[in-house]
């Protein structure tokens, strides 16, 4: 009896994040490998924009995202506290010029998002994912009272390659304009 060939898999869709200045990431990156379930940690500390662009549209979500950090200043951005996640705790952003730029992105794709990316999203760095929801209680508890507002400024816009369960950078494009998010 003939046997169906292996399956292939799909192609892997493009993550689009926005880039932290090195003394949040390395804060953030920190609090991530303490309180991440180590064997599932296999990220370093992101704020994700969108979560999965086609594969075809690689060439055109790097001519935009090039475009984009040319024409846009650094987003100012807080962190202002935790957010929970049930299984996990974030760090909470508020960032209206991030959000500004997003929908920027969001608009030129419109028709080729996800049903995940056509909604606003809460922005925020995980820093626990998939553990109890008593755990994560805990830690919103402990780290609760010592957080502090953090404000920063996104750096940039990054283009990543999902490679279950890495991704690959494909590349970086700084905010370098004058237009104020």
């Known amino acids: 009896m ?9 192609p892997a869709p493009f993550i689009v994040t926005a880039e932290l200045p090195a003394d949040v990431f390395a804060w953030a ?13 296999h ?39 935790l957010m929970n996640l049930g299984k996990g705790t974030a760090l909470a952003i508020t960032s209206p010029g991030m959000l500004a730029v997003r929908r920027v992105i969001a ?21 626990q994912n998939k553990v109890a929801p008593a755990q994560a209680r805990a830690l919103q508890a402990e780290l609760g ?12 816009l990054g283009l990543h390659l999902y490679c279950n369960p890495h991704w690959e950078e494909l590349g970086i494009w700084k905010f370098r304009g004058k237009v104020r998010a």
């Open 29 to 41: 990156d920190g609090l991530r490998r303490a309180h991440f379930p180590p064997e599932r940690n």
């Open 43 to 81: 990220l370093k500390a992101h704020v994700t924009l969108f979560h999965a662009f086609a594969p075809s549209l690689r060439e055109e979500l790097r001519s935009v995202l090039a475009r984009l950090s040319g024409e846009f200043s650094a987003p100012p951005a807080r962190i202002d506290g």
């Open 107 to 127: 608009d030129h794709f419109h028709g080729a998002l996800t049903a995940q990316d056509q909604h606003t999203p809460r922005l925020h760095i995980t820093v």
């Open 2 to 10: 003939p046997t169906d060939p292996p399956k292939e898999a799909p």
């Open 145 to 156: 009272p010592v957080l502090k507002s953090r404000d920063f400024a996104f750096t940039g």
